[in-house]
């Protein structure tokens, strides 16, 4: 009778496996059938222990399969979500162009400057979702997966056991270890509408950061690929630069004195820069959510105690995130000085753009004497350093 038991629950799990192996393979087809298509993305960010998200913004996007794209296999269009009134972006196949608003700036990238050692484009929700699938169907990766039904839709979670986290740009990539810690694990969830036997909803989780997007509003193979070009999309008033190349306006602080500021601390208490007491102020202008960023605040955080009576070290998030994610921010990362919440005048004075990191050191006079823009592990610690102790003498 055991043995009878042993072997209906076997050739029942086998069935089942079978039964999942299938129903994938068919999400896949779907899939796979898309060759354009339109919808509402709704894309949401949280850092690790917030209980809301640092942002939830929704975007029109027009994507289109791309075969002749062998990064991602696919191009794409971003609008804002009201009546595509103001572009955000695209790739094209060959170039990705992001757009920044508050300078009427645009930034071509060739992918000529590596950044990594796969091409850095957030592929489309379809093209996404098919990637994924594609890789729980055919790797001999370590993962386990979950499968369950509703009357409505079909939700499918795998997690990832590898020794390095798993994005996906097309491709499966394996990211590069980071130089602070991140544990390895990936997670990835998407749930499928039985309605349209495809994923409407991807929720992606990794140590570090956790995100989702979900979709509404699809239509699908009705946009004209012929028609598909990024560069007509672009405003006639907005000026174009390539990534790398250096801002006319990047030093232009440099020898003035540093735009003032009041703005909030995590408790409500207003702090000024005019107020602050350091001999040098480092001011660290950064967006929750920026791995540079991020991987700098174990260097930030050793500055105090290397120049305790003559350094003051500030952070502001440019990116306008909540009091409550700055606040589980600097908990999550011990963060040892002062972080502020910014508000959107400073990245206009500070000219970054919105771009993040920027340092810059102010000397007793609260003037520039120096500005860097990124962040690079120890090459980066060096240069503000030896700023400091020059000031300093």
Same mark, same amino acid.
């Given at each position: =009778?055991?043995?009878?038991?042993?072997?209906?629950?076997? #050739?029942?799990?086998?069935?089942?496996?079978?039964?999942?192996?299938?129903?994938?393979?068919?999400?896949?087809?779907?899939?796979?059938?898309?060759?354009?298509?339109?919808?509402?993305?709704?894309?949401?960010?949280?850092?690790?222990?917030?209980?809301?998200?640092? %942002?939830?913004?929704?975007?029109?996007?027009?994507?289109? /399969?791309?075969? $002749?794209?062998?990064?991602?296999?696919?191009?794409?269009?971003?609008?804002?979500?009201?009546?595509?009134?103001?572009?955000?972006?695209?790739?094209?196949?060959?170039?990705?162009?992001? =757009?920044?608003?508050?300078? +009427?700036?645009?930034?071509?990238?060739?992918? $000529?400057?590596?950044?990594?050692?796969?091409?850095?484009?957030?592929?489309?929700?379809?093209? %996404?979702?098919?990637?994924?699938?594609?890789?729980? *169907?055919?790797?001999?990766?370590?993962?386990? /997966?979950?499968?369950?039904?509703?009357?409505?839709?079909?939700? @499918?979670?795998?997690?990832?056991?590898?020794?390095?986290?798993?994005?996906?740009?097309?491709?499966? #990539?394996?990211?590069?270890?980071?130089?602070?810690?991140?544990?390895?694990?990936?997670? %990835?969830? &998407?749930?499928?509408? !039985? &309605?349209?036997?495809?994923?409407?909803? @991807?929720?992606?989780?990794?140590?570090?950061?956790?995100?989702?997007?979900?979709? $509404?509003?699809?239509?699908l193979n009705g946009l004209d690929p012929a028609a598909f070009n990024l560069y007509d999309c672009f405003p006639t008033d907005y000026e174009i630069r390539m990534?790398?190349? +250096?801002?006319?306006?990047?030093?232009?602080?440099?020898?003035?004195?540093?735009?003032?500021?009041?703005?909030?601390?995590?408790?409500?208490?207003?702090?000024?820069?005019?107020?602050?007491?350091?001999k040098i102020i480092l001011l660290n202008l950064t967006g929750i959510g920026c791995g540079p960023c991020h991987a700098a605040i174990p260097f930030l955080n050793?500055? !105090?105690?290397?120049?305790?009576?003559?350094?003051?070290?500030?952070?502001?998030?440019?990116?306008?995130?909540?009091?409550?994610?700055? /606040?589980?921010?600097?908990?999550?990362?011990?963060? /040892?000085?002062?972080?502020?919440?910014?508000?959107?005048?400073?990245?206009?004075?500070?000219?970054?753009?919105?771009?993040?990191?920027?340092?810059?050191?102010?000397?007793?006079?609260?003037?520039?004497?120096?500005?860097?823009?990124?962040? +690079?592990?120890?090459?980066?610690? !060096?240069?503000?350093?030896?700023?400091?102790?020059? *000031?300093?003498?």
């Amino acid at each position: =009778m055991r043995k009878m038991f042993i072997s209906f629950f076997l #050739c029942s799990l086998f069935n089942v496996i079978v039964s999942a192996q299938a129903y994938l393979n068919t999400i896949l087809e779907r899939l796979e059938y898309i060759q354009s298509a339109s919808y509402i993305d709704l894309k949401e960010a949280w850092e690790p222990g917030d209980t809301e998200p640092v %942002y939830a913004t929704p975007f029109y996007m027009e994507e289109y /399969r791309n075969p $002749s794209d062998t990064v991602i296999g696919s191009s794409y269009l971003s609008w804002d979500s009201v009546g595509k009134r103001r572009f955000e972006g695209g790739y094209d196949g060959t170039v990705s162009a992001s =757009m920044f608003h508050e300078e +009427k700036g645009i930034v071509i990238d060739d992918f $000529s400057i590596p950044r990594a050692p796969f091409r850095l484009v957030s592929p489309p929700f379809f093209n %996404y979702a098919e990637s994924i699938i594609r890789y729980l *169907l055919g790797t001999t990766d370590s993962l386990t /997966r979950e499968i369950k039904e509703t009357e409505e839709i079909y939700y @499918v979670k795998m997690t990832i056991h590898e020794e390095n986290q798993i994005e996906f740009f097309g491709k499966p #990539c394996r990211i590069p270890t980071p130089p602070f810690y991140m544990e390895p694990t990936s997670i %990835y969830e &998407l749930w499928v509408d !039985k &309605l349209t036997g495809l994923p409407y909803k @991807v929720r992606r989780e990794m140590s570090h950061s956790i995100s989702t997007n979900t979709v $509404s509003e699809v239509k699908l193979n009705g946009l004209d690929p012929a028609a598909f070009n990024l560069y007509d999309c672009f405003p006639t008033d907005y000026e174009i630069r390539m990534y790398g190349q +250096k801002k006319r306006s990047t030093s232009a602080l440099e020898g003035k004195k540093a735009p003032d500021w009041q703005l909030a601390d995590t408790t409500g208490r207003l702090v000024s820069l005019s107020g602050l007491r350091g001999k040098i102020i480092l001011l660290n202008l950064t967006g929750i959510g920026c791995g540079p960023c991020h991987a700098a605040i174990p260097f930030l955080n050793t500055l !105090k105690g290397r120049f305790p009576n003559d350094l003051d070290v500030v952070a502001i998030d440019t990116w306008g995130r909540k009091q409550s994610s700055i /606040r589980n921010y600097i908990r999550h990362n011990a963060i /040892r000085y002062l972080f502020l919440e910014g508000t959107p005048n400073i990245a206009k004075a500070y000219q970054t753009g919105g771009a993040a990191p920027y340092f810059f050191l102010l000397d007793e006079n609260r003037v520039v004497r120096k500005m860097f823009f990124g962040y +690079k592990v120890g090459e980066s610690d !060096k240069e503000i350093i030896r700023v400091i102790e020059a *000031l300093l003498r």
